[in-house]
């Protein structure tokens, strides 16, 4: 897992909801803050699992910027997952902290 050295820096994010329309994933998460301004980037995996489709992991990173405040937040992120996709063939998106795979249809 080529993940590993961001889980220290990584702040705890919830899931709720994760979908795929068109090359943007819509992610509707919740975490705790609302003093600071929270950033968020996706990361994806250079290695593809030969698999039909091929899967590819993504991580979600969460900046918190220090935030010590305990709201509860609820954001949509929007994120362009084109230079996710596989040539030629669609692929599944394997989003850490989410169960279902996504799948990112070849256009």
Not at 11 to 38: F, P, Q, R, W
Not at 63 to 86: A, M
């Amino acid at each position: 897992n080529d993940f590993s050295s961001y889980a220290r820096s990584n702040s705890e994010t919830k899931i709720l909801n994760a979908s795929i329309m068109d090359s943007t994933l819509i992610l509707k998460v919740n975490y705790s803050g609302g003093c600071e301004v929270h950033t968020f980037e996706l990361i994806g995996s250079k290695i593809i699992q030969k698999s039909l489709p091929p899967i590819r992991g993504i991580m979600l990173i969460h900046n918190s910027n220090n935030d010590d405040c305990r709201e509860l937040v609820e954001q949509e992120l929007r994120f362009n997952v084109s230079e996710f996709k596989y040539p030629g063939s669609s692929i599944m998106l394997n989003l850490k902290g989410w169960k279902p795979k996504l799948e990112l249809k070849v256009k």
